[in-house]
């Protein structure tokens, strides 16, 4: 079945350390994005990418990190400079920026 | 600036009753539109989408959206709503002049009485 993935489903870290959230896709989709989501604040867009090996910061990109080495790949490294880290991650991809989004089952990090 | 607004934060109905919606989007353009469902602890899924044509869009679930140019509108309807309806509805956006920015309303969440 073609798909999008997301692991972990809940993701526990202390204050502090860096954690990537995994985000794969075999749909050969070209654009894949990252939102975070907060109650009553709807999705904003931390980063996205639009082809293999070239990304962009969407609105709220200070504090994290990805990359594109692989078109069916684009992991999200949630860094200690991220003031409020904790919030529901989904990851999404589309076969070209102004198509349907296809959205994975998302991640939820907490800070402890 | 471009933007889209879902005015209803929260929406009660009653099992059976008739669904709507609400979505507005800024700029003169047409851009492209999308309502998407959102199941609590879950990633979204596409009801229905419009990028031209027939104004009236069929989705899936028994969802249906219609255009208004008028009034920069996209609401969403359903006729008779089930109680597996109860979710977070999501407008999106695309504008397609310059860069295409895809702009998610702030969501609506739908509860059903029984």
């Known amino acids: 079945d073609g798909g999008i993935t997301q692991s972990p489903k809940y993701l526990f870290r202390k204050e502090g350390q860096n954690v990537t959230l995994s985000c794969e896709q075999n749909l050969n989709h070209d654009a894949m994005y990252w939102y975070r989501q907060d109650p009553g604040q709807g999705l904003r867009l931390i980063y996205y990418s639009q082809i293999v090996n070239d990304f962009q910061k969407g609105d709220i990109a200070e504090g994290y990190s990805v990359s594109r080495e692989k078109k069916e790949s684009f992991p999200l490294t949630v860094t200690s400079a991220q003031k409020n880290p904790t919030a529901f991650y989904l990851c999404?991809?589309?076969?070209?920026?102004?198509?349907?989004?296809?959205f994975g089952p998302g991640t939820r990090l907490t800070v402890l | 600036a471009q933007s889209v607004t879902q005015p209803d934060i929260h929406i009660t109905v009653s099992e059976g009753a008739s669904l709507e919606l609400r979505c507005n989007y800024s700029y003169g353009a047409t851009p492209y539109l999308f309502w998407y469902v959102q199941s609590p602890g879950q990633g979204l899924q596409l009801l229905l989408k419009y990028f031209s044509g027939d104004t009236l869009v069929q989705g899936i679930k028994g969802f249906e959206a219609e255009f208004k140019r008028s009034q920069s509108s996209f609401n969403l309807r359903k006729p008779s709503v089930h109680w597996s309806d109860a979710a977070e509805y999501f407008c999106?956006?695309?504008?397609?002049?310059?860069?295409?920015?895809?702009?998610f309303g702030t969501g609506t969440r739908l509860k059903v009485l029984a």
């Open positions: 999404a991809s589309s076969i070209d920026p102004t198509n349907e989004q296809f």
């Open positions: 999106a956006v695309v504008y397609t002049s310059g860069t295409y920015k895809y702009i």
